[in-house]
């Protein structure tokens, strides 16, 4: 999962610190291991030497001053990229593919065209896998095998989702 266009989404959402950004990540993508301070800060400092956030300045509060951070122009372009652009299928897609699914609902694009985009290049994938399968020998069968039944289990995830779109738009606040 990439760090940096998460955090991007959620700064589209509207402009936050980098402690209301930890606190969203990890209550909204629930990972099994919550981002840690010194990412975000490192995060929100890459993204604002590339020009994809700008700082609107600092704010006082209980501990040190706090910037307040907004997505350009260039982030925007640059997080509708990353979110049109299908995951290559690997282990793990899921998440990735989750936290795609919650910024698009966030932010008004089409969960469902995503979605449909990763059908499209699940079954990509599983078209070459059994071309490979029926040229391959007993051992390239089986790899393909297991890659296609991990294929086929991702696209049930797809179909489950997609029917449970406008449920999850409900808890995402869309």
Partial sequence: MSVSRTLL????????????????????????????????????????????????GSEAGSGPDRKRYSITDAGVSDL????????????????????????????????????DAQRAEHLKAMREFNRRKRSGDLADQLICDHALFHLEADLRWLDVTASRLAELAGQVGR
């Fill in 9 to 56: 989404g959620l700064i589209e959402t509207g402009s936050s610190h980098g402690y209301d950004l930890k606190r969203a990540h990890d209550q909204i993508f629930r990972s099994d291991r919550p981002l840690a301070y010194g990412q975000v800060y490192a995060t929100l400092a890459r993204l604002l030497r590339n020009g994809l956030v700008s700082a609107e």
């Fill in 80 to 115: 509708e990229a990353w979110l049109t652009t299908p995951e290559q299928p690997a282990e793990y897609l899921q998440n990735t593919l989750y936290t795609k699914v919650v910024l698009a609902l966030m932010s008004d694009r089409s969960a469902a065209g995503l979605l």
